[in-house]
């Protein structure tokens, strides 16, 4: 059986198949552009050799880990050899390092994998600032710094697309609405590996040079760029194409397999925002794939798609990105609202307050967010007819966000208040989103955005909305449910420290580069006057502080998991959510008999209906 294991599916297998992959690629494109492609005879790069590379790369780690197996067995009339239910689960921890379609194995990998990229692109955030305490270049150059900044910002963009819905989404979606599993399981584990595929493709661009770009690539930049552009393509694709499978996934779940007497109006406002979530990735993700697919031919193929030397323009590239790239903000930030609004009912001992409205809230935000993407442009020349829409429908998306902030003060209001460290990230993100969206303002209108575009003003809006509103509930998410997730309690004391270092070092940090952007430092630039000195470096030792926040966290994740191990309560928050009514461990198959729901999801303060008494003469 051991050796089964090792020469079977598994991830030592996945990891030689793609490397034998890559350079099957790299041997097959160095062929064909030598035979067809007369211009990378003259240039020092080849990024036909490096597309195929990363293709094959990604095929032979999808077959190692046996994607392949099931659809080719099925096709030969023959069953699947390979197991893929944990029913005993004989295996232990390996399976947390494999292919497996248990939703709760799922949400744990996409935990700990996104967890360590989170960490990837935290140490490029530090190197960022430790550059920034001079105001000429310090350690690194200028190609090098924006390296680092494009690093940083991709792969946290990227990766935190499914910073919610991977863990938290595939682990409790099931739970919550009553099911034994997510409509399709295989493509669930697809969606883990192909993100983990393009994390690693990522990394690598530090191998080919890096990218001069950003994270938003534009054009004609993403054209002119060395190699490690093509690692940036072939990322994001991965990301799209996993967030696409991904939402179609819990979109169908969520439609198809609520238990009996779930109706829409008794959905946790959790799986609401999934719903929300997953509606504007099946609508943003593909534009964005297309959009990548279209610069890898303008680098490969020698199309001009953005290039207005050969009759493209770049101007198309900048709203075709930001068609997406808008939405993406929500696809952000509306996992958090979810759990902002699924856990203050639990530590307010208070039903959610304005539930219709909430839903309205989020529905609202995915609507409109699709009509507010070139307030990112309004300083690139675009036709100045069309600013002033773009200023009011980017105005407007402030009133269902609005919903989502009445819904929570309504909660919180004149609540039974319980300062557990996920109540105290929820009460962080209060704070720190609605700086975010107050900042906001200054963007969407055009007189203030010319002024502030491009500089740390817009810098520290972002970090305030997506960090301060997005990492704040995931650590609320990660301390509220990793108890369930695991069978063991984490130590609420250092909690509570980590989340005062953090609230009070992030805001240390940002809140002085709003200033900054005022004073006309502009963003990607590794030099600054002088004067700003003091500011940069007051924001750059208040984001070590940040940094050093999270190894709080990463030791008291250790400590508690791996050496303490104190068994966590079936139902440690008195949460009457469903996915606390069942027992801990979870079982294999969630629910021994599907429950069927007869009241709202948060019936906290409401007493219980008085038994019916029997009628005279009847049993019992």
């Known amino acids: 059986m051991r050796l089964k294991r090792l020469i079977g599916f598994n991830l030592l297998a996945a990891v030689a198949l793609a490397a034998f992959g890559y350079y099957v690629g790299w041997w097959l494109g160095h062929q064909i552009s030598a035979k067809s492609l007369d211009y990378f005879g003259d240039t020092d790069q080849n990024d036909v050799a490096l597309f195929l590379a990363y293709l094959l790369g990604v095929i032979g780690f999808l077959a190692g880990l046996g994607f392949f197996e099931y659809p080719l067995a099925r096709i030969a009339g023959r069953p699947s050899s390979v197991d893929h239910e944990e029913k005993d689960d004989p295996r232990g921890w390996t399976r947390y390092i494999g292919y497996s379609t248990d939703h709760k194995v799922v949400g744990l990998q996409y935990l700990i994998g996104i967890g360590f990229f989170l960490f990837f692109g935290g140490v490029n955030a530090m190197l960022i600032r430790f550059e920034l305490l001079r105001p000429q270049p310090n350690v690194f150059?200028?190609?090098?710094?924006?390296?680092?900044?494009?690093?940083?910002?991709?792969?946290?963009?990227?990766?935190?697309?499914?910073?919610?819905?991977?863990?938290?989404?595939?682990?409790?979606?099931?739970?919550?609405?009553?099911?034994?599993?997510?409509?399709?399981?295989?493509?669930?584990?697809?969606?883990?590996?192909?993100?983990?595929?393009?994390?690693?493709?990522?990394?690598?661009?530090?191998?080919?040079?890096?990218?001069?770009?950003?994270?938003?690539?534009?054009?004609?930049?993403?054209?002119?760029?060395?190699?490690?552009?093509?690692?940036?393509?072939?990322?994001?694709?991965?990301?799209?194409?996993?967030?696409?499978?991904?939402?179609?996934?819990?979109?169908?779940?969520?439609?198809?397999?609520?238990?009996?007497?779930?109706?829409?109006?008794?959905?946790?406002?959790?799986?609401?925002?999934?719903?929300?979530?997953?509606?504007?990735?099946?609508?943003?993700?593909?534009?964005?794939?297309?959009?990548?697919?279209?610069?890898?031919?303008?680098?490969?193929?020698?199309?001009?798609?953005?290039?207005?030397?050969?009759?493209?323009s770049q101007f198309l590239y900048e709203n075709l990105f930001w068609f997406f790239g808008h939405p993406e903000v929500y696809i952000l930030a509306i996992p958090g609202f979810g759990i902002l609004l699924e856990l203050l009912p639990v530590f307010s001992r208070k039903p959610l307050w304005g539930y219709r409205l909430a839903v309205a809230g989020m529905l609202g935000v995915g609507l409109l967010s699709f009509f507010v993407w070139q307030h990112h442009l309004f300083v690139s020349g675009m036709n100045a007819d069309l600013r002033p829409f773009y200023m009011l429908s980017t105005e407007l998306i402030s009133i269902p966000t609005g919903f989502i902030f009445a819904c929570a003060m309504g909660t919180i209001w004149r609540g039974r208040l319980r300062y557990d460290v996920p109540m105290l990230f929820c009460l962080g993100w209060i704070f720190n989103f609605l700086i975010g969206g107050l900042t906001g303002v200054f963007l969407s209108d055009v007189p203030s955005d010319v002024t502030t575009h491009g500089s740390f003003f817009s810098l520290a809006h972002f970090h305030y909305t997506v960090v301060g509103g997005l990492l704040f509930t995931f650590f609320a998410a990660i301390y509220y449910w990793l108890p369930k997730m695991t069978g063991i309690e984490l130590n609420q004391k250092l909690g509570k420290v980590h989340f005062w270092i953090m609230f009070i070092a992030f805001n240390s940090t940002f809140a002085p580069l709003f200033a900054v952007g005022f004073l006309g430092q502009p963003r990607r630039v590794v030099t600054y006057p002088g004067n700003l000195q003091f500011l940069n470096d007051w924001a750059s030792v208040s984001a070590f502080v940040l940094g050093g926040s999270m190894l709080i966290f990463l030791y008291n994740l250790v400590w508690s998991l791996v050496f303490k191990r104190a068994p966590a309560a079936a139902n440690p928050w008195q949460s009457k959510s469903l996915e606390f009514q069942v027992p801990t461990p979870v079982p294999v198959y969630d629910f021994d008999r599907i429950p069927v729901i007869d009241s709202d999801p948060y019936p906290y303060g409401v007493e219980p209906a008085p038994r019916v008494p029997a009628p005279a003469g009847a049993p019992g």
């Open 141 to 312: 150059g200028s190609g090098q710094y924006l390296t680092l900044v494009g690093l940083h910002g991709t792969m946290m963009m990227g990766m935190m697309t499914s910073g919610i819905l991977g863990p938290f989404g595939s682990y409790f979606l099931p739970l919550m609405i009553g099911a034994r599993r997510l409509a399709f399981p295989r493509i669930e584990a697809l969606t883990f590996w192909m993100l983990m595929a393009g994390g690693l493709i990522l990394s690598s661009t530090v191998f080919y040079g890096g990218f001069p770009t950003g994270w938003t690539g534009y054009a004609p930049l993403n054209d002119q760029a060395n190699m490690g552009m093509d690692a940036y393509i072939a990322f994001f694709a991965l990301v799209g194409i996993s967030m696409t499978l991904l939402a179609f996934n819990m979109l169908a779940t969520v439609f198809m397999m609520r238990a009996p007497g779930l109706t829409w109006g008794r959905l946790p406002i959790f799986v609401w925002s999934i719903v929300a979530t997953a509606g504007l990735n099946v609508l943003a993700a593909p534009v964005l794939i297309t959009t990548l697919v279209m610069v890898a031919l303008d680098r490969t193929a020698q199309t001009g798609f953005y290039l207005s030397t050969q009759g493209g």
